[in-house]
């Protein structure tokens, strides 16, 4: 009966994993949105206009988030995003480490997926250099690095690091304050961009919204699994069955293993999801005609492409997150680790244009 359970939710985390992931792809293929983007127009143009719309993502996924806390339907606590053994050295260096890479690589690990359903083969390169990094630093020689320095160094809160819970404060407070600032800055700063159009808002609450969606399925099922006396004694079932939203750390290189061996790793809502966001961005890219093959112009793009990839690959896995994964999924969880990687990652991409700058001239 338990087996036929577990087999029952594995089948149904798939599935909104590939819809969540089609409708991810669409959306960011046509709306042409980037968290990459968002950090570095901050830099190159003085431009926030992008940055609003992941605020606007972050306040509809904390909001939805709370809620589902609210209702019983989630625990965030039991996700990787709160850990109680604070890992800050991986925080800080593998989102320094993402946030250099994103910017040779030419967009955020979301991005380089719906690029590759675009057809641009540089893309393509970044995402064998990803998956190569990150499975090395989970199971391979780089983990011993991961392993024996960044997990090894930590602090220890005693309990789930959430700001709330670290602050003694209730998580809706932190909500209003963070939503009335949006609401103030938005208006004042109303005439200097076109955020307070359609687009950007509407990209904004639908990102947010697929954010809540991956937490209440995966959340769903982890009290489901919590709620059998039998199960909830199995630490390898609990573990699988952790609550969790949109990242594609871990599961791009769980897809690669996938595909790659027998053996592998086994379709699960992660995996699903880098395959509907592959698929939802070949399908916008081909009704839209916005399909084309793109091949890197040169050696210097191509070594962009790969050490791009590598970075990202490997500071996504200290970060326990990408800048989806931390930045969305794990902020909306009001994750301190979340933040701090978040800043990490806007710190290094801005220190990846000042050397670009230095070292090309652009």
Known sequence: MEQDLAAQLQFQLVWAGLIIGVLLGALIQRTNFCMANCFTSIRIYGSFLQFKAYMVALAVAMAGVQALVSSGALDPARSIYLPSNFPLLGFIAGGLLFGVGIVFAGGCATRILVRVGEGNLGALVSMFAFNLAAASTLGGHLAYTNEYFFRKYTVDFGQPSSLHGLLGVNPWIL????????????????????????????????????????????????????????????????????????????????????????????????????????????????????????????????????????????????????????????????????????????????????????????
């Open 175 to 362: 909500i209003g304050a963070f939503t009335l600032f949006l609401a103030v800055w938005f208006i004042m700063s109303a005439k200097e961009d076109d955020f307070l159009g359609v687009k950007w808002p509407l990209t904004g609450v639908a990102l947010g919204a697929l954010v809540v969606a991956g937490w209440y399925v995966t959340g769903d099922a982890a009290v489901k699994i919590a709620a059998d006396e039998f199960m909830a004694m199995d630490t390898s079932l609990m573990n699988q069955f952790r609550p969790s939203s949109i990242t594609f750390a871990k599961p791009n290189a769980d897809a690669f293993d996938y595909l790659a061996t027998a053996t592998g790793s086994s379709m699960d809502f992660g995996v699903a999801t880098v395959f509907g966001v592959l698929l939802g961005s070949l399908m916008a890219a081909l009704v839209s005609k916005s399909f084309f093959w793109i091949i890197p112009p040169d050696k210097k793009t191509f070594l962009a492409h790969l050490v791009g990839g590598l970075l990202m690959g490997y500071g996504a896995i200290l970060s326990l997150g990408c800048n989806i994964g931390q930045g969305l999924t794990g902020c909306s969880a009001l994750g301190l680790g979340s933040v701090i990687t978040v800043a990490s990652i806007i710190l290094g991409s801005w220190l990846a244009l000042w050397l670009r700058e230095k070292m090309w001239g652009y």
